[in-house]
């Protein structure tokens, strides 16, 4: 009966560290992300820029 308690609790520990691992990874973000994420928002900048020109800014 011990013997299955040890078995489990490190068969649980594990998963544990494993998922935490996993965690970590995500939460991870690389340079080029950020880049792309900063290009992204730029482009949007200027699209809404330009439609609001559009209609506010008639002669």
Request: hydrophobic share 50%; no cysteine; proline share 3%.
């Amino acid at each position: 009966m011990i013997y299955w308690i040890i078995v489990g609790s490190f068969v649980l520990l594990i998963l544990l560290a494993a998922y935490a691992m996993e965690r970590k990874r995500a939460r991870k973000r690389y340079p080029e992300e950020y880049s792309r994420e900063a290009a992204n928002n730029a482009m949007h900048a200027a699209e809404k820029e330009a439609a609001s020109r559009t209609w506010m800014d008639l002669p």
